[in-house]
């Protein structure tokens, strides 16, 4: 009997982290104490660059079904720099811009130019914006929508809207109803973000911590209700079932806070774009606009760096030598470092780090001699890896290797990928198991809420495996000098 009692004095809460991303969304139910992981749900979205936000809600609850429900707090982090407008109801006017939707780059080069160029935008809001960031969708949206525009009365991110509907069922002991009143924008449920998210808006100063309502209003032609910016470990609400909410954060941010991210790590994604993140105790300003000067979800920053090729390299290389991605990384494996002589500049399909939008792949160094399937899948892994590399020097700085980096995403699971990256990065190489890294981020952030502790609780490291290898820096010199060759080419040409 005194078993039984000490053991129901030890069962931990439950919290419970939302990842609600482009694609999909991920539920996961863990143990407050130190997320241990007790349930899981997942549910798609719809394909498209823009997304009714009924779809997110309909599939968070699919997901969360049987587990948010057995959680005492809650936390969403979503999908970065989506345009969810609503009116002075709180009905949502139009389907959600989502950040890959690319139509306002015309009106991100008008905004650069409006305000004084990037040094000002790196200087006041920590970023240069592109077509993703939430203030050139608003741009669009006045110049191409102009009886939307001047209906939006608020502008929310997807995880503020989702995070807005899960406290609108206050007082009910349910879930909100699907049609549920979703008034009130600034009454007794007034919608919240964080400093995390807000910073990829482009009307938000990370450094300072406010918003910069002016930019949003020139964006939209005038004035909107922005969320009130929550603090990092602030329970902002209740469900209807009674578990707090915290404040939420975007996905990269979630990311940081699940992977344990610190100070001298360096994060990078490997999916069909490429990241490379880190936390920072200072704000970033890059006036060339390839690194986000984002905050992250724990009152520091997370400068942020993406590519657009990553994944798809290899999937290309593998289709180009009739094989799958796993006999590609046996292929790499067989050939030596730096395959023959062979280079491959990756920008397969354009590419945004560095801004070069129009480029294409170009392969150097083919010969008779080194013409082999196994340098041709080398070069590629290679050629991936030196280009993510260059990601990661922008956040580090020049001549600055990483501490470690924490290699996640699916291109993680290559073995050529991991054991070639210690020597192109030059430092050790942590591959975390695969686990839902932004949903878990969300947990973490909703356990803190939950605590009201100064710091979030620490939770153990994830199993990882270690990589180490000898730097290879004639890969990295060759790659930089094909890079360097071909902007030259490009500028002479005009191409």
């Known amino acids: 009997m005194r078993a039984e009692a000490m053991n129901r004095a030890h069962v931990s809460r439950l919290i419970a982290g939302i990842d609600s991303s482009t694609q999909s969304t991920k539920v996961v139910l863990c143990e ?3 997320g241990t992981v007790v349930g899981r749900g997942s549910a798609p979205h719809p394909a498209g660059t823009e997304a009714d936000p009924a779809a997110w809600w309909a599939a968070l609850r699919q997901a969360g079904d049987g587990l948010l429900e057995r959680a005492e707090a809650v936390g969403v982090a979503g999908q970065q720099h989506g345009m969810v407008a609503l009116d002075q109801d709180g009905e949502v006017i139009r389907p959600a811009l989502l950040w890959n939707d690319l139509r306002s780059a015309s009106a991100a080069a008008e905004l650069v130019a409006e305000f004084g160029g990037p040094r000002w935008w790196a200087s ?22 102009p009886d939307h525009a001047v209906r939006a009365s608020a502008v929310l991110l997807p995880h503020d809207w989702l995070t807005w509907r899960l406290r609108r069922g206050v007082g009910q002991r349910s879930w909100p109803a699907e ?12 919608p919240v973000t964080d400093r995390g998210d807000a910073s990829g808006t482009g009307y938000f100063s990370p450094a300072a911590g406010v918003w910069l309502p002016g930019l949003a209003e020139a964006a939209l032609g005038h004035p909107v209700l922005l969320p009130r910016v929550a603090r990092p470990a602030e329970v902002v609400g209740q469900t209807g079932w009674g578990a707090a909410v915290s404040a939420g954060t975007g996905d990269n941010m979630g990311a940081a806070l699940g992977l344990g991210l610190r100070p001298g790590d360096v994060a990078v994604s490997i999916g069909t774009s490429g990241t490379a993140f880190a936390v920072s105790e200072e704000p970033a300003a890059d006036p060339s606009g390839a690194v986000a000067g984002f905050a992250d979800a724990t009152g520091r920053f997370l400068p942020l760096v993406c590519t657009i090729n990553a994944g798809l390299v290899l999937n290309a290389t593998a289709s180009m030598l009739g094989t799958d991605l796993d006999g590609l990384s046996a292929l790499a494996l067989a050939a030596q470092p730096g395959a023959g002589g062979i280079t491959l500049l990756p920008y397969l399909d354009g590419e945004r780090t560095p801004d070069r939008p129009g480029a294409s792949g170009v392969l150097r160094g083919i010969t008779t001699r080194n013409a082999t399937r196994e340098n041709l899948a080398r070069a590629a892994v290679e ?14 700085g ?24 210690p020597g192109i990065f030059f430092c050790p190489v942590l ?7 932004v949903a878990l981020g969300a947990a973490r952030q909703a356990a803190w809420a939950l605590a009201g502790t100064a710091e979030p609780p620490e939770w153990p490291s994830r199993p990882a495996a270690g990589y180490t290898g000898e ?9 930089a000098a094909l890079r360097d060759d071909t902007v030259t080419w490009d500028e002479r040409t005009g191409s």
């Not at 592109?130 to 006045?142: C, E, G, I, P, Q």
């Not at 050629?383 to 580090?396: E, F, G, K, Q, Y």
């Not at 290797?401 to 699916?410: E, K, N, S, T, Y």
């Open 32 to 34: 407050a104490d130190d």
């Open 124 to 145: 006041n809001t920590g970023s240069v914006p592109t077509a993703s960031f939430t203030v050139t969708k608003l741009r669009w949206m006045a110049k191409h929508e």
């Open 179 to 190: 049609a549920a009143d979703q008034g009130d924008l600034a009454g007794a449920t007034p």
């Open 383 to 396: 050629a991936l890896l030196a280009s993510l590399a260059d990601a990661a020097d922008r956040i580090t």
């Open 398 to 421: 020049e001549g600055r290797a990483p501490g470690r980096v924490l290699l996640i995403g699916g291109g993680a699971r290559s073995e050529a990928v991991r054991r070639l990256a």
């Open 431 to 437: 591959v975390p198991e695969p686990e839902e890294y």
């Open 471 to 479: 730097p290879q820096p004639a890969i990295r010199e060759r790659h």
